[in-house]
């Protein structure tokens, strides 16, 4: 494997010292690009883009010929897991992703196992090992997963919810039937990621999308405590460095204490955290990554700077804050202001580490 140029992130993660704020954005390989829509179009369906490594390796690293971005991310999607234990995941247009096969009983949780991350799972671990190969130390790149929770909200209820009735009606009368699906999905989890790391991830995020729609009590018991268990027991050294976690829980920003506790190296933030009020609560626990609102990305370049030196300025001099969307980049994103973006933040942020 060569040696990685460009460490920026890795080290924001870590706290460590950097020369700029590092940047990068959550789902930076996708519709907004035409060169992505030309692959995308090529292999059919998102799963076949997902699914075929050369495929999936070239439009991880589109982003990176376009933008002087600090990360790459695999491309791949959240519900890999559940897809390899058999629920038939597929991807209806303009409804987002839907299951086949749903979670409704103890006798379909208890037909669930963990999958085999190299034969169920392993063109992800294939797309890993091309991408660190193509990408020959240009920048780090991070592997990822959804949280236990987030993949049960789409197992329960079958695609994406607005009440999530079915899955709370399951934690508040069965709880017990809901923590031996999530028991289940932790194990996966945590064989995902390390397989990922064994292929070359240099970094993980862990998201948990849909955290924010439980309770303060229930985040912990039915979020929270199975993310840490996955952190636990994570491989966190490899090739001679640290491999940094990142969990990101949207609509989560009330409960940065208890998530600063976990031993995950970063914290996630949506737009309605404000970034100076976390880096006081957190204090010098975790690094920060986040957290401009998307839409932002629709206003002209001068709009856009305006905003990334907001963001700097309330986090603040010295390192652990990684500069990202407070969401995944919208399709309709013109990619010009994306540009405008990441030499903002590269501009903006020297002062702030001098």
């Given at each position: ?67 002087d971005l600090d990360a790459s991310i695999i491309f791949s999607d ?277």
């Open positions: 494997m060569s040696e990685l140029k460009n460490d920026r992130y890795l080290r924001a993660l870590l706290k460590q010292p950097v020369d700029k704020t590092p940047v990068w954005i959550m789902r930076q390989a996708g519709r907004y690009l035409p060169e992505y829509r030309e692959v995308r179009a090529k292999a059919g369906d998102f799963m076949s883009l997902c699914s075929t490594p050369e495929l999936a390796c070239e439009v991880t690293l589109q982003p990176l010929r376009r933008f959240i519900l890999t897991i559940p897809d390899a234990m058999g629920l038939g995941l597929h991807f209806v247009s303009g409804e987002g992703p839907k299951f086949k096969k749903t979670i409704s009983s103890a006798a379909d949780v208890a037909s669930l196992g963990v999958p085999d991350m190299e034969d169920d799972l392993g063109y992800v671990m294939d797309a890993i090992r091309l991408t660190r190969r193509e990408i020959d130390g240009k920048v780090p790149l991070i592997g990822f997963s959804g949280s236990p929770w987030t993949l049960a909200c789409y197992m329960v209820e079958g695609g994406s919810s607005r009440d999530f009735a079915k899955i709370k009606a399951m934690l508040f009368d069965t709880p017990e039937l809901m923590h031996s699906l999530l028991s289940v999905l932790a194990k996966s989890v945590t064989a995902y990621l390390n397989a990922q790391i064994a292929a070359g991830a240099q970094a993980l995020m862990l998201f948990d999308t849909w955290g924010g729609v439980l309770s303060g009590e229930n985040y912990q018991h039915f979020s929270l405590a199975y993310m840490q268990q996955i952190i636990s027991g994570l491989n966190k050294e490899h090739q001679g460095r640290r491999v940094p976690v990142t969990v990101f829980t949207k609509g989560g920003g009330q409960w940065l204490e208890s998530m600063a506790e976990i031993g995950a190296d970063a914290l996630g933030l949506d737009w309605t955290t404000d970034i100076a009020a976390a880096r006081q609560r957190v204090g010098d626990k975790v690094a920060l990554q986040g957290n401009m609102d998307p839409c932002v990305l629709y206003a002209q370049p001068q709009r856009i700077e305006t905003e990334v030196k907001t963001i700097l300025e309330a986090y603040g001099r010295g390192s652990g804050h990684v500069f990202n969307l407070g969401h995944g980049i919208h399709p309709t994103i013109n990619p010009d202001h994306v540009t405008a973006l990441v030499e903002a933040v590269h501009k903006e942020s020297v002062k702030y580490h001098q």
